[in-house]
């Protein structure tokens, strides 16, 4: 029998605990057994517990903790793909990929997710106006649902593929995905960054020349104010080839060995990250980043996973944790980003990191998150004082003008606004009637925000 | 569900014909709350207050009759409410009588009715609630007591004992649900102009309705144990524990 224990979970930004009974499992036939034997308070599957609000939580219910089902990595070399469990985490992938050649096609800012946790988010990473979110690199992937166990190809069951792209656990557990692979000729990549003075310039200069870098993001200072708005350093990179190697890397062109440099400590007091330490840090941030590397070579680790090396930051904002806040708005509503900057700098919403890209085009998921456009990525400490009600209203801009908020990542959104920012949620529902009629997978985001 | 920064959904009131249930209802309704179960001895009574929490934008309010002396109906009233409702995210305890000492003193009925009603009520409700949501795995009970509790004066001390075993009651009630992901916060304010309070003499340090709301709300958010109101009630009663009793009962408080 599969180890129950019970306890109280939280997202990565440690807010909102609930109790759960937690299931580690083992075996296919453990998860088809937990799915049929679910009480009355359902079933949800947790990766790494990386994303930020309640998604993988399920209070009073069942919690299916996956990652020991982790271990098939079966890469295809001829095709560039691999097969690889659920429970895998893109750290171990990229480890075991990386040095045959191949990167992931999509990585999120932390290498700490699951393959199973990345898919039901349908991440998206710096490349996404070039190649998109995981899903479009997704072959097939083995789908546990309440209903019985399937193979799902964008082909097979497109309503089921898409629509478990982005699900977050909604439509069952992923024990297997097959992904489309990059073959990369260096673990390197090709840097430029640049410091751009206010939001305009930043923003003229991704629709300029975006489309020649794979890989492209800024970091906003949130807290500069008047003729810096806005300021920041847009970093920008590709796959360095080998022969553009220097000489010292070319011995070993795809070397891939990252550590963790520190931890934070176990506690920290509440306050540490206040917004005259944030300030400072953004201050130093943009004055020394550019000089530091305005052009250059940088390991995967540093470009795509810098939070990696400090372990459980998340501690450092204190007990009362944090919030983070992600949105896509259209790429005509540039002064809806311009408006959202000016209110979190008037707020003083000490931000720590504040990342803005653009989004290439939309996949077919009801509930994938990335959509053409303009992204803005916020972490906040959860003591700022009226912080409800900003995000409340920054909420209402983003909904104004057609954008949307990231489920992985949210924590508090008012549920009325869901369909408006997700119109495609019917289609949503009538999927979740056909794998989950009974309502078996459930979790604390479906209850708070009233999913389908 | 209660959201990142302390906003719930779905509340129920016992005790909700309380100025204070009403002025935390609103600010509640303002936020997030949806669900509104409302409860009170005369359920006709709280008509107008549910037609203004719908007006605030709360969807389904529901009101039920409650009274905190039919200790024998409690269980099956919270089995029904969870039943029909579903996920509580907080409920607020806000019932209570003031009494009357005089009276009290005098006659032994009088006396364990505020006992009853403050003491026994609150017991009777707390476990069955408790019970409820250990198994939803998440929850807040907010407990209405006094600073009345934590040193019973002369010249209220039927009601400040009642107060004080409540008091003891949802501290004990919340140190054995921490790991189940229900939390107690114990309410102490000091004197509060309401109805329950008209014609009294305000006592040092008097508050109203509307700022117990507000400090409820802050501590929902901060997820506190205990919230005086005013806040510097803390310091003042915790130098008051420690008064030698011959001082203590000559005290103008
Ligand atoms: C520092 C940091 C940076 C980040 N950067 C980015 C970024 O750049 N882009 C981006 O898109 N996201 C980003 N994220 C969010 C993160 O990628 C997602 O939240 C991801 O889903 C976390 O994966 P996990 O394995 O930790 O899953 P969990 O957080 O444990 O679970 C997330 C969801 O996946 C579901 N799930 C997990 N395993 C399975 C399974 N086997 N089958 C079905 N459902 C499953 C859960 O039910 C839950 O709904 C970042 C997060 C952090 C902490």
């Not at chain 1, 469990?85 to 990929?97: N, Q």
């Not at chain 1, 790429?331 to 803005?356: G, I, Q, T, W």
């Not at chain 2, 009970?141 to 600073?147: L, P, T, Y």
């Not at chain 2, 144990?225 to 009962?249: C, D, G, K, N, Q």
């Amino acid at each position: 029998m599969a180890d129950a224990r019970s306890e109280m979970l939280t997202g990565w930004s440690r807010t909102a605990p609930s109790a759960a009974t937690v299931v580690s499992v083992s075996s296919d036939t453990e998860v088809d057994d937990l799915l049929a034997h679910a009480g009355e308070r359902g079933i949800i599957a947790r990766g790494l517990g990386r994303s930020y609000g309640d998604a993988a939580q399920n209070a009073g219910g069942t919690v299916l903790d996956g990652l020991s089902l982790a271990d098939v990595i079966d890469v295809d070399v001829a095709r560039d793909t691999v097969r690889v469990a659920a429970g895998i985490s893109f750290d171990t992938l990229m480890r075991f990929v990386v040095p045959l050649g191949f990167f992931v096609p999509v990585t999120p800012g932390t290498r700490l997710v699951t393959v199973g946790g990345a898919l039901a988010a349908d991440v998206h990473g710096k490349n996404h106006h070039v190649d998109g979110s995981l899903a479009n690199h997704v072959e097939a992937f083995t789908l546990h649902t309440p209903k019985g166990v399937v193979t799902v190809t964008p082909d097979s069951d497109p309503e089921l593929f898409w629509g478990t792209a982005g699900a977050m656990g909604l439509t069952g557990v992923v024990t297997e995905v097959v992904l489309r692979l990059l073959p990369v000729e260096t673990s390197l990549l090709r840097t430029r960054n640049e410091r751009c003075h206010d939001l305009d310039t930043v923003m003229a200069r991704m629709l300029d020349d975006d489309a020649d870098y794979r890989y492209s993001v800024a970091w906003i200072d949130c807290l500069a104010s008047g003729t810096s708005l806005g300021r920041s350093i847009l970093s920008r990179g590709d796959h360095a080839q080998r022969d553009e190697l220097p000489p010292k890397h070319r011995a070993k062109p795809l070397h891939f060995d990252p550590q963790a440099r520190i931890g934070a400590p176990p506690w920290a007091p509440n306050g540490l990250l206040n917004r005259a330490s944030i300030a400072i840090f953004n201050e130093l941030w943009y004055r020394v980043s550019p000089r530091l590397h305005g052009g250059g070579f940088e390991t995967i680790s540093s470009f795509f996973h810098p939070l990696d090396g400090v372990r459980e930051w998340n501690r450092l904002y204190g007990s009362r944790g944090f919030l983070q806040y992600q949105y896509v708005v259209p790429d005509d509503a540039h002064a809806a980003v311009r408006r959202s900057v000016e209110m979190l700098s008037h707020a003083r919403a000490a931000s720590f990191l504040a990342v803005l890209k653009r989004f290439g085009a939309q996949n077919p998921g009801p509930l994938s998150f990335p959509a053409p456009g303009w992204t803005l990525a916020l972490d906040i400490p959860a003591t700022v004082p009226g912080l409800a009600q900003l995000l409340d209203d920054l909420d209402e801009l983003v909904a104004d003008v057609g954008g949307r908020v990231y489920l992985a990542k949210d924590s508090r959104l008012r549920p009325e606004l869901l369909p408006v920012m997700y119109p495609d949620l019917p289609r949503f529902a009538e999927l979740r009637a056909r794998v989950d009629p009974a309502g078996v997978l459930q979790s604390d985001l479906r209850r708070r925000l009233g999913l389908p | 569900m209660q959201d990142s920064l302390g906003s719930v959904q779905s509340v129920l009131v016992l005790g909700a014909g309380s100025d204070i249930a009403h002025a935390t209802l609103r600010a509640l309704v303002k936020r997030r709350a949806r669900t509104i179960v409302l409860a009170a001895r005369e359920p006709a009574s709280l008509v107008p207050l549910a037609e203004e929490l719908r007006a605030l934008g709360a969807d389904k309010v529901e009101t039920i009759a409650f009274d905190a002396r039919d200790t024998e109906h409690h269980a099956a009233l919270i089995d029904d409410v969870f039943g029909r409702v579903g996920d509580i995210d907080l409920a607020l305890l806000a019932f209570g009588v003031l009494g009357d000492q005089a009276q009290a003193e005098r006659d032994p009925d009088a006396a364990v009715d505020i006992a009853r009603v403050n003491y026994l009520g609150s017991v009777s409700v707390g476990v069955p609630l408790a019970q409820k949501m250990r198994a939803q795995g998440h929850g807040a009970i907010v407990a209405m007591s006094s600073v009345a509790g934590e040193r019973a004066r002369r010249s209220n001390f039927v009601y400040g004992s009642s107060k004080a075993g409540m008091d003891a009651f949802f501290q004990g009630l919340g140190d054995s649900l921490v790991g189940s992901g229900v939390k107690v916060m114990i309410v102490r304010p000091g004197f509060v102009h309401t109805k329950m309070t008209e014609g009294m003499d305000p006592a040092p340090l008097s508050t109203t309705a509307d700022a117990v709301a507000v400090a409820i709300v802050h501590g929902l958010e901060r997820g506190s144990e205990t919230v005086w109101v005013p806040p510097t009630l803390r310091y003042v009663m915790s130098a008051l524990r420690h008064v030698p009793r011959p001082i203590f009962r000559k005290l103008p408080i």
